[in-house]
C-alpha cells in the first residue's frame, strides 16, 4: 500500500516561512491535497491539486509537488497557522485514499 | 453551500457494531464520492472507506473485513457500519465529500462525532 511520510514536528518564528513536507514514491505524479487541522476541529482543506487554494485561504499557504516529494509552504507565518497539516493522495493503482501522519506546525 | 452532519451513537460496547450517519444537505447525495475517515485521540486521521452515490464502495483494507458503508439517496445520506469493535475503534468520525472523481480532494467535512467504545 502507499505511504505518506511527514516530518512529526516543525517550528518556526512569526513572520518566517516554514515548509512541510509530505514524502511518497513517485508522488510527483500524484495530485496532493494538504489539510490544516486545529484543535477540536474538523480539518480544513488548504490546497489542493499541488498548489491551488480554495477561495478564503490566504496567498501566504503555497504548494508543489516534484519527484518524491510534495512540500507546503506557509510564508509570513502567523500564531494562528499553528495547527496540525495532513496531507493526502488518491493511490490510483489501489483506489484507496491515503493520508500522511500529519505534522505538528510550532509558532515560536 | 454542501453541508455534512454526522449522528449516532456517542457510546458502543466492545464486540458490538459502531453504526453512524452522515447527512448531506444544500446539495444533493448524487454524483459524488463520500468518504468516511476518522481520528483516535491525539492521533491522525485514518481512511475508512468510501462510497459512490451509486452504491459502489472500497474500503481500507485495515478495516475491510469490519466496515460496511451504505447509501440512501432518497435521505440524502450515507452511512457507516463498523462491526466487532474493540477500544482500538474509538475515535472522532468524519463524513467527508470527495467530488465527481476519486482524486478529488475532500473539500467538505462534517465536525465529526465522538464514538467511544466501552462496557
Known amino acids: 500500500s502507499y505511504v505518506l511520510t511527514q516530518p512529526p514536528s516543525v517550528s518556526v518564528a512569526p513572520g518566517k516561512t516554514a515548509r512541510i513536507t509530505c514524502g511518497g514514491n513517485?508522488?510527483?505524479?500524484?495530485?496532493v491535497h494538504w489539510y490544516q487541522q486545529k484543535p477540536g476541529q474538523a480539518p480544513v482543506l488548504v490546497i489542493y491539486y499541488d498548489s491551488d487554494r480554495p477561495s478564503g485561504i490566504p496567498e501566504r499557504f503555497s504548494g508543489s509537488n516534484s519527484g518524491n516529494t510534495a512540500t507546503l509552504t506557509i510564508s509570513r507565518v502567523e500564531a494562528g497557522d499553528e495547527a496540525d497539516y495532513y496531507c493526502q493522495v488518491w493511490d490510483s493503482s489501489s483506489d484507496h485514499q491515503v493520508f500522511g501522519g500529519g505534522t505538528k506546525l510550532t509558532v515560536l | 453551500q454542501v453541508q455534512l452532519q454526522e449522528s449516532g451513537p456517542g457510546l458502543v460496547k466492545p464486540s458490538e457494531t459502531l453504526s453512524l450517519t452522515c447527512t448531506v444537505s444544500?446539495?444533493?447525495?448524487?454524483?459524488?464520492?463520500w468518504s468516511w475517515i476518522r481520528q483516535p485521540p491525539g492521533k491522525g486521521l485514518e481512511w475508512i472507506g468510501y462510497?459512490?452515490?451509486?452504491?459502489?464502495?472500497n474500503y481500507n483494507p485495515s478495516l475491510k473485513s469490519r466496515v460496511t458503508i451504505s447509501v440512501d439517496t432518497s435521505k440524502n445520506q450515507f452511512s457507516l457500519k463498523l462491526s466487532s469493535v474493540t477500544a482500538a475503534d474509538t475515535a472522532v468520525y468524519y463524513c467527508?465529500?470527495?467530488?465527481?472523481?476519486?482524486?478529488?480532494?475532500?473539500?467538505?467535512w462534517g465536525k465529526g462525532t465522538t464514538v467511544t467504545v466501552s462496557s
Open positions: 444544500g446539495g444533493s447525495i448524487s454524483s459524488y464520492y
Open positions: 513517485n508522488i510527483g505524479s500524484k495530485s
Open positions: 462510497i459512490y452515490y451509486s452504491g459502489s464502495t
Open positions: 467527508a465529500s470527495t467530488g465527481y472523481q476519486q482524486k478529488h480532494p475532500m473539500d467538505v
